[in-house]
């Protein structure tokens, strides 16, 4: 069997990959990774070695989770060719037991403390339309821990009562992965300060506000959500995922058990739960500052 290369049956298998991804986050992200690394092969075989010879270029330039990514993504492609049998089986299983990149050490993440929080959850003027859907926004992402694609595809229909209580149901997250997210009650209040002024009774939670403050569409996009986050935390650097962090971190602060944490999160295992809740390191009271010798 000849060896795989980047030739026009290419392109049925660069979609085919890109078609196993519910997330519109995971497909870009996955492009973008499928296009470097077919740009970088060229005309050579696509075989372990080659993927090793690229797995030592992006460790120039990548983080441990960016190549780890990157190589994930090559490994499905690889499995696709010798699924669609352009690729031998042996070479396919010899690219899919390369081993991902190692994180060494903890990575000291962008986590907001309990008042920072609180304090960007109230940014936002309550008095004005989009201001009441900011709050609310804001606030599903750093109480309930939910990735930008799932508030940006939030329903009001998914809002519902379980065992007494308000809920987001059946809520699919990366992985197709269903889970059910609690609201506390003074979120489902800010919630509802959106939903009443903004006439909202069905479809898409959020939506767009244009600049005479009328709401237009119906709903808004990812990027919309981010530009939400960097416009009440224009210094800190901070991104959604960070809130989703943060709220993981808060949770086991207050006493969350880390299986309730993952549960939340909707994560695959409890060691992405535990890389979520950041350093172990107090840096707020680091041990060495104490040491006498001024």
């Not at 060494?104 to 993440?109: E, L, S």
């Not at 907001?112 to 304090?119: I, S, V, W």
């Not at 006493?255 to 295992?269: D, M, V, Y």
């Not at 890389?275 to 104490?290: E, I, K, P």
Request: charged share 25%.
């Amino acid at each position: 069997m000849p060896p795989f290369r980047n030739e026009p049956n290419f392109k049925g298998l660069r979609q085919a990959v890109l078609d196993q991804l519910a997330s519109t986050h995971s497909r870009r992200a996955y492009a973008h990774a499928l296009d470097s690394f077919l740009t970088w092969l060229g005309t050579q075989p696509l075989n372990r070695a080659a993927l090793l010879r690229y797995k030592a270029t992006l460790a120039d330039r990548l983080s441990t989770s960016s190549i780890n990514l990157h190589l994930a993504v090559i490994r499905k492609l690889a499995a696709e060719a010798a699924e669609r049998k352009v690729l031998a089986p042996e070479v396919a299983a010899g690219i899919r037991n390369i081993r991902g990149a190692r994180q060494q050490g903890t990575r000291t993440g962008n986590w907001l403390t309990a008042d920072q929080a609180r304090e960007l959850i109230h940014a936002p003027d309550r008095s004005t339309l989009k201001g009441k859907r900011d709050r609310a926004l804001l606030g599903l992402l750093v109480a309930c821990g939910l990735r930008r694609s799932e508030a940006a595809n939030l329903n009001v229909e998914s809002l519902q009562q379980r065992e007494g209580r308000w809920v987001i149901v059946d809520l699919k997250g990366k992985g197709n992965r269903l889970r059910t997210v609690p609201i506390p009650g003074w979120l489902k209040e800010t919630i509802d300060q959106w939903t009443g002024a903004a006439g909202i009774h069905q479809g898409r939670l959020f939506r767009s506000i244009n600049k005479a403050a009328v709401i237009w569409g119906e709903g808004l996009t990812e990027k919309v959500v981010w530009s939400v986050v960097r416009e009440y935390a224009p210094a800190s650097g901070l991104a959604p995922h960070d809130l989703r962090r943060t709220c993981a971190k808060l949770c086991r602060q207050a006493g969350g058990e880390l299986e309730q944490i993952q549960l939340l999160l909707g994560h695959a295992s409890i060691q992405t739960t535990e890389r979520y809740l950041g350093s172990r390191q107090n840096l707020a009271q680091a041990v060495n500052d104490h040491l006498g010798l001024e």
